[in-house]
């Protein structure tokens, strides 16, 4: 009973997976074993495929990558690193010290001023020269001088006057020779050109006229031109190296003090004594003035109510780039009467 048990079960377990397999293709016909060959044989193409991935993950090329032969790169030691950084500096600093950069870099890396020369010195005398020769070569110098008003507004023109007609006139300052302005009768020139600090000696008690005279700081006279009307006046200044606050660039008191005579030479000429003091002077800093360059300082006149006298003016580069403006009041002290004004006459010539 057992053994039919066993052998019924056996049979079982023997017949039942063609009992349970689905019927695919019914019928013997040569169409159908056709298509069964057909199917079996991409079912073995897809399991040997199947194990041959399996087994080889990751397929080898013909050709291998240079990256995976090589050793990994080496990556520069911090001595060389430094040492790079530093060459490159030196460089950088070298070159920011010899040519020429614009002015906003010249704020950050100036150019170290030299101790100045002797004012008596061959060095001093040649700078002096030099800067008197750029002067007057100045294409606002030329333009000032050529300037002309009606005979009735400027000033008369002392060759029509001698009637001599010398095709050059010789400054006693500098030697250098300029050209006498055209003669004609009805025109006449509107500034009259004179040297501040140079015909007479201001002293060493003069801040302007004295202390701060020679080579890197004021090496020449200022060049002023003052209409008839003593309303209206234009300086040319050189300022030197010597005369810095930060490296490179003018002080800012030095500018406020330059103003401050500019404008009193406008305003005390309007005086009767001529003699004047500050009142009041308002500065609006507008640009930073770079040293060792020419600036042009024009003044005018606003108003005046007996002894005060207001005045403004500014500084410009020669391109004609306000630096500063000024305002300021002057008025002549009661006493005026009473002290001498020969030494301020003298320094209006």
């Known amino acids: 009973m057992s053994a039919r048990r066993n052998a019924t079960l056996f049979g079982q377990s023997m017949v039942r997976p063609h009992t349970l397999r689905p019927r695919l293709f019914s019928g013997n016909t040569p169409e159908a074993r056709a298509q069964l060959s057909a199917t079996s044989t991409s079912s073995h193409k897809l399991r ?12 080898s090329s013909s050709t291998s990558s240079p990256s995976s032969t090589s050793s990994p790169p080496r990556r520069p030691s911090s001595s060389r690193t430094f040492l790079s ?38 060095e001093g005398r ?19 001088r050529e300037a002309q008003v009606p005979a009735a507004q400027g000033y008369a023109n002392p060759l029509i006057a001698q009637d001599v007609s010398p095709t050059h006139v010789e400054t006693s300052l500098t030697g250098i020779e300029d050209r006498a302005p055209p003669r004609d009768s009805s025109l006449a020139p509107k500034y009259r050109e004179s040297r501040p600090y140079a015909a007479a000696n201001a002293g060493p008690h003069s801040l302007s006229g004295f202390t701060l005279r020679g080579p890197s700081k004021f090496a020449i006279p200022p060049l002023a031109f003052t209409s008839k009307d003593n309303k209206e ?29 500019s404008l009193a030479w406008t305003a005390l000429q309007l005086l009767p004594s001529n003699i ?3 009142a009041t002077l308002s500065l609006s800093y507008k640009k930073p003035t770079f040293a060792d360059q020419f ?55």
């Open 48 to 59: 040997a495929r199947s194990l041959a991935t399996s087994s080889n993950p990751f397929p």
């Open 85 to 122: 950084l530093a060459t490159g500096l030196v460089l950088g600093s070298a070159l920011a010290l010899t040519l020429p950069r614009p002015r906003l870099l010249s704020l950050i890396l100036p150019n170290p001023t030299p101790l100045p020369h002797a004012a008596d010195s061959e």
């Open 126 to 144: 040649l700078e002096t020269q030099r800067i008197e020769k750029e002067l007057e070569a100045l294409p606002i110098v030329k333009q000032l």
């Open 233 to 261: 006046a234009v300086f040319l200044m050189h300022l030197g190296r010597g005369l810095c606050g930060h490296e490179g660039v003018v002080h800012g008191g030095l500018l406020a003090t330059v103003l401050d005579e």
């Open 276 to 278: 004047g003091v500050t």
């Open 295 to 349: 600036v042009v300082i024009r003044t005018e006149f606003v108003r005046q109510e007996g002894r005060k006298v207001w005045v403004k003016g500014q500084v410009e580069d020669l391109e004609g780039m306000v630096l500063v403006q000024a305002e300021a009041l002057f008025v002549e002290p009661k006493m005026a009467k009473f002290l001498s004004s020969s030494s301020v006459r003298e320094h209006f010539k």
